[in-house]
């Protein structure tokens, strides 16, 4: 625990583009060693309005290959990302899940399949992204149809706890070293709202995140964007959820 939480500080500490440490900048990608054989991937989008995104995912090594949690956020970015992954690492990715429909984790899931990568989600990530006309993931994780269930999937947790962020948000726990990546349900320090909620069921987020905080202790916690923290990251999702739905009775 002591060396991820020097890691961690790494990892939290701004590193200028020409760092040949932890961090690999390329253009728009940035992977980043958190723990012995985890690492968070972050990749950016801009809007229309200049705003810039950051968007973060996960590469767990499991043995002799790599799990991707979540794409990149584009074909090219997770393409480039791809490139990243095998100079840094140099492993092979067998496997990759994906959180939640929305593109900022599934929009590179055909680079993947093209590269004969096995993309897994929840049932409804399929069903939704069939809906929208997007990249399908090929694989489901069927055994996480209802709210409260969980799978093991090679060396990480896979839970589905109901509608959060989204209907098909997932969590993904990695044991060995207490990381916890709740994706775009969690809420960085630095956020002030939800974010975009018109996929969201608000009273059952805050039960899904109540569940998270009771459940688990000395963690670290990897949101979908922004910052990686500790608990504090579930307390601050708790209390934003919590004024919003104060918000919303005003």
Not at 31 to 49: E, F, M, R
Not at 144 to 155: A, C, N, Q, T, Y
């Amino acid at each position: 625990m002591i060396k991820i939480f020097r890691v961690l500080l790494l990892f939290l500490i701004p590193i200028s583009c020409h760092s040949t440490g932890g961090i690999v900048h390329h253009n728009d990608i940035k992977i980043s060693k958190l723990a012995d054989g985890v690492w968070v991937h972050t990749s950016h989008y801009i809007y229309p309005n200049g705003f810039k995104m950051s968007s973060n995912g996960m590469i767990v090594q499991n043995n002799d290959s790599l799990i991707l949690i979540d794409t990149a956020w584009g074909e090219l970015k997770t393409l480039e990302l791809l490139n990243k992954i095998k100079v840094k690492i140099n492993l092979p990715i067998k496997k990759a899940l994906i959180t939640h429909s929305h593109g900022d984790r599934a929009s590179g899931v055909d680079i993947l399949k093209s590269a004969g990568i096995k993309v897994y989600s929840h049932p409804k990530t399929r069903k939704f992204t069939v809906q929208q006309g997007t990249a399908v993931p090929n694989e489901v994780f069927y055994q996480l149809r209802e709210p409260g269930s969980s799978i093991k999937f090679s060396d990480v947790e896979v839970s589905y706890l109901g509608h959060a962020h989204t209907e098909d948000n997932l969590v993904v726990w990695l044991p060995k070293s207490k990381i916890l990546f709740g994706g775009c349900s969690i809420r960085a320090l630095k956020a002030k709202s939800l974010g975009s909620t018109a996929d969201s069921d608000i009273n059952s987020w805050l039960d899904v995140i109540e569940h998270l905080n009771s459940k688990y202790k000395n963690i670290f916690v990897v949101p979908g964007h922004g910052q990686v923290g500790g608990k504090n990251l579930l307390t601050h999702t708790e209390k934003l959820l919590k004024q919003h739905m104060q918000n919303s009775l005003n």
